[in-house]
């Protein structure tokens, strides 16, 4: 375990922590006033790979080469010159820290990190942290990697769990879940609307199937996977065969646990919500494109709960079973997020193909006819 503490003066600012990996939904804004909760479990925290923040260049700003160098092949609004490795946490685990109030950025419900670090050190006053609990934004404090250190801790270890245990364990991840907007009552400005978690982790899945398709249609399987993926890919991919076939595969699924896998061109596998690590067929996967999922999301995608019977009217037959009121379900089509599908599509090789850059120059197009 670890604590991270302040680089100016030593002092402690987290509870011990353990390492997971980064949320895929962790840069999402979803939505306009909606009351998102906490991104992190307590007692963990994640490291973003990439810079985020102030200050920003815009893509004129930045020769082709140097966005190359650091992984960004298709034009972006903004790219950051921040420090990269931010480290994420629950509010609740900061220890030793006070806002700083010129540094109040946002304040439509709450702060978002605009004006740079707003927390820092109780004990010597170095900037150390960005509170984010602002409207439509998951709410986390991220560490300033410049201004902390990571000290290891006495604690006792606990080995992530094997694929067999997290089957066991079992977590999904809804496809649906009730919304509300910030400030509402109880009971006030609330409905049922598509996760936002499953938002953000099939847009980043369908940058992997775009980039997978190689301009060819793609067929996935019936059930929830149809239900998010293949009315998005049926308007971005040209109709006919021979089409591209994808497959679920991973821990528990008779089918996909080796290579080759007949007839399948890309898999849908988990990622270890600890570790990050992406499923692999044993034997490699070198044949077949694997495109990640957060492993609720590949839970619900692979295990789909049985639907709730049906109410019946008038005497119930024997053996019947009646679930009054249907479980409700959102008003909308999915839509991928559009965010998370940008950032990852602009960080994949394949985006500097013509056509997929132009699926990225028409995403407000395709956001507007609401395929996000």
Known sequence: MFVFVCAGCGAELTVPLSQVALPAHARQKYGNGIQLPVLMEPGTFAVDPEPWGPPWRTWEEIPPDEAAERGVYAPVYVLSDAVPGAVVIAPGDV??????????????????????????CETCGLAVASRIDDCSLWQAVWLDPDAVRRLAVDGTYVAPLSWAELMAEGKRTPLYEPITTWGARPGERRWWSWSPQ???????????????????????????????????????LPAGPPARRVLLAGPGLPAAVSVPVPDADILLVPEHP?????????????????????????????????KPPVPASGVMPDGALRDDPPLPR??????????????????LLAARSPWLREVLANLTWHMQAGLF
């Open 95 to 120: 220890r030793g820290t006070l806002l700083i109030p010129e540094k109040g950025g946002g304040y439509c419900c709450g702060l978002d990190g605009a004006d740079g670090p707003n927390m820092a």
């Open 198 to 236: 499953w938002e953000a982790a099939v847009g980043r899945a369908l940058a992997h199937m775009l980039a997978a398709s190689e301009g060819r249609a793609v067929t996935v399987p019936d059930g929830p996977a149809a239900e998010v993926f293949q009315r998005v890919l049926d308007a971005l």
């Open 330 to 347: 959102p008003h909308h089509l999915f839509r991928a997020d559009s965010d998370t599908f940008r950032h990852t599509l602009a960080r």
């Open 274 to 306: 600890r570790t990050g690590e992406v499923w692999a067929p044993a034997g490699g996967a070198d044949a077949v494109y694997s495109v990640p999922l957060p492993f609720g999301v590949w839970l619900g995608l692979a295990f789909p709960e049985p």
